[in-house]
């Protein structure tokens, strides 16, 4: 499948991360590699984060797809770079980087957006930065009213994973009893 007439030299979705972390830019990290950074044995190919609309984090986030190269993933050779307006819009840009594929979403299943995503994130630490990541319970939510196959096969996974974490670490709402 052609890349927008640039080839990725590699795909390192780690430096993807890690790029995004450290130009400041306003994220959450959904889809597989969520599921993988929090312990799903699953595969993934490419980078999912929704998005801050915010003006300010536009230009954070165009600042960072400039420095690896991005442009959209099309089926012809035409390259045509991210705008501001691409990314203050509604839709999904999908785009092809010098360091693998990147999903930059404004919003998910349900027409959920950043804001709306944030109280169902849990924060890990990666590479000495603070990484927002929609919980397993969530992903499993919206993976359940998908009609993508792969969501559905994942679908398992994904609920053996929130269960062993519970087991280990105890429910959420647990947490939440003993807080009170």
Sequence with gaps: MPTGGRKTTSVNLGEVLEGLLEAGVDFILVGGLAAVIQGAPVTTMDVDVVHSRSHENIAKLLGFLKSVDAVQRRLDDKVIEPKAL??????????????GPLDVLAVIEGGRSYEDLLDHTVEIEFRGHTLRVLDLKTLIELKKSSTDPKDKQRLPVLRETLRQLEEKYGREEDKEDSDN
């Design 86 to 99: 691409d990314l203050l819009g509604k839709g999904h840009v999908l785009l092809t980087t010098r360091l």
